[in-house]
């Protein structure tokens, strides 16, 4: 019985030990990746970050949905009550089924191109690191996400951005692609660059290439397949 009580203890105490090593990783990231690196080479982790960006996303969903839905609505002709609402109804469940099964389908999408690219240079490089690096990167870019939609949330403008799109049409393909070439997309490819760099080794600037081509290109085919989608002649 005492033994149980002491295995008890010692596994609540090694979860709050992870839990805090994570929260410094957390920060880390914004600032030191370079320190997140060294902490992935030594054992990768992916399940807090994924539970973060999941919770960011949930929270960004709760704050703008509602607002983006009735402006879609309000762009429509029919003025039937009955209608409006079933819309709605539709368009906010679509909307959250969307977001939530894109984020996760482009977050395995990116780890699986990054392990493929990262093979080339170390053939026992594992999908879990690259996970680990990808989901880490991430949480930066859900952070924008996160201020943007508390703009949306207090301006109640469903097209409210923090990037060089401001100065766009909000109907231009312009605005489409310089709102996901965000400034807080270019911070998450200089820290990506970086822990890469620890991780594979590789000079500071060649990691960085290798993160804006690997993030750049799923990002372009992301926007490409969005523009599709929405403008499909």
């Known amino acids: 019985m005492h033994k149980m009580a002491l295995d008890e203890r010692r596994s609540i ?41 999941l919770v960011l996303l949930i929270l960004c969903n709760l704050l703008t949905v509602d607002i983006q839905a009735r ?12 209608f409006q609402e079933n819309l709605q109804r539709n368009l906010v469940y679509s909307i959250w ?8 389908f482009g977050i395995f999408l990116t780890s699986a191109f990054l ?7 170390n053939e026992n490089f594992r999908f879990k690191t690259s996970l680990s690096i990808f989901v880490w990167s991430e949480v930066i870019r859900m952070s924008g996400y996160f201020i943007t939609a508390l703009l949306v949330y207090l301006t109640k403008d469903p097209n409210c951005t923090i990037s060089l799109a401001l100065f766009m049409p909000r109907d231009s393909l312009m605005f489409i692609w310089l709102d996901a070439f965000n400034l807080f ?4 490819i200089l820290a990506m660059g970086a822990i890469l760099a620890v ?14 081509i690997i993030l750049g290109g799923c990002n372009v085919l992301f926007i490409m ?7 499909p002649t």
């Open 13 to 53: 105490n090694g979860f709050w030990m992870r839990l805090g090593i994570e929260a410094r990783k957390l920060k880390a990231i914004f600032m030191e990746p370079k320190q997140v690196g060294l902490s992935i080479a030594d054992r990768p982790t992916y399940i807090f970050p994924i539970l973060l960006i």
């Open 71 to 82: 402006d879609f609505i309000n762009k429509r002709f029919n003025s039937d009550p009955v």
């Open 97 to 104: 089924r969307t977001r939530i099964g894109l984020k996760f």
């Open 115 to 121: 392990f493929y690219a990262a093979r080339v240079y």
């Open 185 to 188: 997309f270019l911070w998450e």
């Open 199 to 212: 991780i594979m080794k590789l000079k500071a600037m060649r990691g960085l290439a290798s993160s804006a």
């Open 225 to 231: 397949t969005y523009i599709f989608i929405n403008n």
